[in-house]
């Protein structure tokens, strides 16, 4: 195994050697002639002024008012393909203001209309796949958060929350907002309509950090008006323009909202005879204490609408992790984030975080670790700036369920920015049982950093510390009373590099064995993690011509060992990426691993468990997906090599079908055939997850999942409709089905639930 290793590593570094040294001379190179800017940072950053509306803007996507016949801002510059290089396409945009309003209004031409690609619309659509107009707004011009805006030439709605220049993305905001689109001969028309109280702010002069991008898909080409460097995004805010014009008087207005919901369902459970009804009622606050505070409260919620997530095949010794997807916990979110930026693999837009520890992971609330739900009585959170600080502060109180008690749970953050892109902070939580007082409680506190130098580099640290009691706690290692608490930290430093050739991102962690964090998702304790992420991005003219646009060998390594520097695990994995110029990408990748396994756990029910001891296995894998903005397409992952102690033969495929912008399905599957050192320790894991979704119009639809676990047959539906009866108010109606396929006559479990909520704006 170790000389396979030194073999990928030595290959793998002389590779990356040619392609740095062939860089200068090989990249593709767009001649100065044709108007290529070498380097987009070192542009001034543009400017543009916000026009006063005298008369009412007619929101049709018709640029007739006459506001619009201002003089536009024009002249976006390509990120992709060409980084530097002028669009291929015109695009004019137009600010102004008035009745309370932002307006945003955009003309962008194309010199072939009939070839735009719209493939959704459905709210918060995924933008790569599509031709997109989008606009950020810095509203407390910090260079650091914002809120982006997005619509297509049907006219979908898309909305983000941006926290420190993407270091989290939250594509679950909501706004209220309008906006209509028109196609026109020579490309499509935009008109947006924001109003102000929709969004915080702080006192100023007026002046937003502003940016637009547009996306030409049939080109894989994205543009800015403020330039960009391909590495990043329209989340740099750092490189935003500057909008100017605004009143004071407009900007930031209160906002109160009260969107009260009415809940009934009925459900049997798997294997029961009786249904039980259920009728139930909450209520949702949002207020704008200040114009850059804004508090939410909840009372009873309920997120049965919330779509049931995906199962998968664990073939490791930890936890799988699921993202949060309830709307309450997801606004606002990235306040209470803690930590660097997970690297951009370009690949996806879904960026997970890094699972050996996420600080605070909300979907701890409200679910009890073998993923029961517990009943949530209420909440509150505070979010916003105050005092030059960033802030955020939630509270919940959940009730018992099945002899788990009630907790309390609380957690402040506060966050300075410093210098010109940097910030330090605090993070301060606690879980507290209603029943037992003193007796079962956990607190966390820390301090983080986050500090970008010149050169493209930045440096993310932070310390916690954790103390507890619990008396029902089995690990330990003596038994707990009112004078014994089990205190810990965790640690971790990261430096990071991201360019557009180069990146380089290593770092250290470490975590005590009695570290616990009730509020936080970890897979272990009591380690020590060195990790290296390196790779270079070269792109060649000749491989342009082939149909790549860029190629990508990497290594992601990672080392564990405990505090005794017994190794416990090590994953190094080395891969070469190839992206295509249609946006298709395909990668080539080993992975050699070892973990240490103190006790026995168990991966398949129908075998053994893998015993205690030293593991060590090598795997190789191919992945990759075609273009996603056809009518067909396909992502696929097959690896083939050892595991455990035996072998795996690891596939799956999802065909993606979307013959127009109204309906889209795929079906995937994935089949895992593993062969253990016994006989009778082989099991093959088969399952099929079907997804489908259609849109009536922009704001109705229906959703469906269905599951079905070959191995332990099992088969799981959740339909989902959805009506958007007015802004921020829906109507749901929700369907579950879980059923076993044995042919034994258990009853499926069965839920119908119907959900009405109302936002009432004041």
Do not use: C
């Not at 004019?92 to 209004?105: E, F, K, S, T």
């Not at 269905?706 to 108010?729: C, E, M, W, Y």
Request: a neutral charge.
């Amino acid at each position: 195994m170790i000389w396979r290793v030194i073999t990928i590593t030595y290959l793998q570094f002389v590779f990356l050697t040619l392609m740095s040294t062939t860089h200068a001379i090989g990249q593709d190179r767009v001649p100065a002639g044709a108007g290529l800017i070498e380097d987009v940072t070192a542009l001034p950053r543009p400017e543009i002024m916000a026009q006063h509306a005298s008369a009412p803007v007619h929101l049709d996507g018709v640029l007739d008012e006459s506001v619009w016949q201002a003089t536009p801002v024009t002249n976006f510059i390509q990120a992709e393909p060409r980084e530097g290089q002028r669009a291929t396409e015109r695009t004019n945009v137009w600010i102004a203001y008035g009745d309370g309003n932002l307006y945003v209004a955009a003309h962008l031409y194309d010199s072939k209309p009939d070839n735009l690609v719209v493939n959704d619309i459905r709210k918060d659509f995924s933008e790569r796949a599509q031709d997109v107009f989008s606009v950020i707004l810095d509203t407390f011009h910090d260079r650091r958060n914002g809120y982006v805006f997005m619509t297509n030439p049907a006219g979908a709605r898309g909305d983000r929350q941006i926290s420190n220049e993407g270091r989290e993305v939250n594509a679950n905001w909501d706004a209220i907002w309008r906006v209509e689109t028109r196609r026109v001969d020579n490309g499509w028309t935009v008109e947006m309509e924001i109003p102000f109280r929709a969004i915080r702010t702080a006192k100023g002069n007026g002046v937003w950090g502003i940016n637009f991008s547009r996306r030409i898909r049939r080109n894989n080409e994205l543009a800015f008006w403020a330039p960009v460097p391909r590495a990043y995004g329209l989340t740099r805010l750092s490189l935003a323009g500057t909008l100017t014009g605004l009143p004071e008087a407009d900007a930031g207005s209160r906002d109160l909202r009260v969107t009260p919901f009415a809940l009934a369902n009925t459900v049997r459970e798997t294997g029961g005879t009786e249904f039980s009804e259920n009728l139930q009622a909450g209520v949702d606050v949002k207020w704008g204490v200040t114009r850059s505070l804004a508090l939410d409260l909840t009372v009873n919620p309920d997120f049965a609408q919330v779509e049931a997530d995906q199962q998968r095949v664990n073939l490791t010794q930890f936890s799988l992790f699921f993202p949060e997807k309830r709307q309450f916990f997801l606004e606002n979110s990235g306040v209470f984030y803690m930590g660097d930026a997970a690297r951009n693999t370009r690949a996806s837009t879904s960026i997970r975080p890094d699972e050996d520890l996420l600080p605070f992971f909300s979907r701890r609330i409200g679910l009890t670790d073998d993923g029961r739900t517990t009943p949530i009585h209420g909440g509150a959170r505070l979010t916003g700036n105050a005092g030059g600080f960033q802030v955020g502060f939630m509270t919940m109180r959940t009730g018992d369920v099945e002899g788990t008690p009630g907790n309390n749970w609380g957690v402040f953050r506060a966050r300075k920015n410093v210098f010109s892109s940097s910030d330090i902070g605090g993070l301060f939580m606690i879980r507290r049982a209603t029943a037992g007082g003193a007796d079962d409680f956990n607190r966390v506190y820390g301090a983080d950093a986050y500090i970008r130098f010149p050169g493209e580099i930045d440096w993310s640290i932070y310390q916690l510390w954790s103390d507890a009691r619990n008396p029902n706690d089995e690990n330990a290692d003596e038994p707990v009373s009112r004078s014994t608490e089990r205190n810990g930290y965790a640690f971790r430093t990261s430096l990071n590099r991201e360019g557009n050739f180069h990146h380089i991102k290593f770092g250290f962690m470490e975590m005590t064995p009695d570290f616990q964090n009730d509020l936080g998702f970890f897979r272990r304790t009591g380690f020590r993690k060195y990790f290296l992420d390196w790779g270079v991005r070269p792109r060649f003219t000749f491989m342009r011509e082939l149909g790549v646009r860029e190629i990508h060998p990497h290594v992601t390594w990672n080392y564990y060992e405990d505090l005794n520097n017994r190794i416990l695990a090590k994953w190094l994995h080395t891969g070469i990426t190839f992206f295509f110029n249609n946006g298709g990408n395909v990668q080539i990748q080993a992975d050699p691993r070892f973990e240490r396994i103190d006790k026995p756990f168990n991966i398949d029910s129908r075998i053994d468990p893998i015993p205690a001891g030293s593991y060590s296995w090598n795997a190789w894998a191919l992945t990759g997906g075609t273009d996603a903005s056809r009518m067909f397409s396909l992502n696929w992952r097959g690896t083939l090599g050892e595991l455990w102690s035996g072998t795996q033969k690891t596939f799956s495929f999802t065909l993606n079908f979307k013959p127009s912008y109204a309906f889209r399905t795929s079906i995937g599957v994935q089949r895992t055939d593993a062969k253990l050192d016994k006989p009778d320790d082989s099991f093959v894991r088969t399952l099929w997850t079907s997804r489908t979704n259609y849109s009536f119009n922009r704001d109705m639809f229906i959703d469906a999942l269905v599951q079905v676990d070959a191995g332990k047959q099992t088969f799981n539906s959740n339909v989902r409709f959805n009506i958007i009866h007015a802004p921020l108010s829906d109507f749901f109606i929700v369907w579950n089905e879980q059923r076993f396929t044995t042919g034994d006559g258990t009853p499926p479990g069965r839920s119908l639930t119907l959900k009405l909520t109302r936002m009432l704006s004041f």
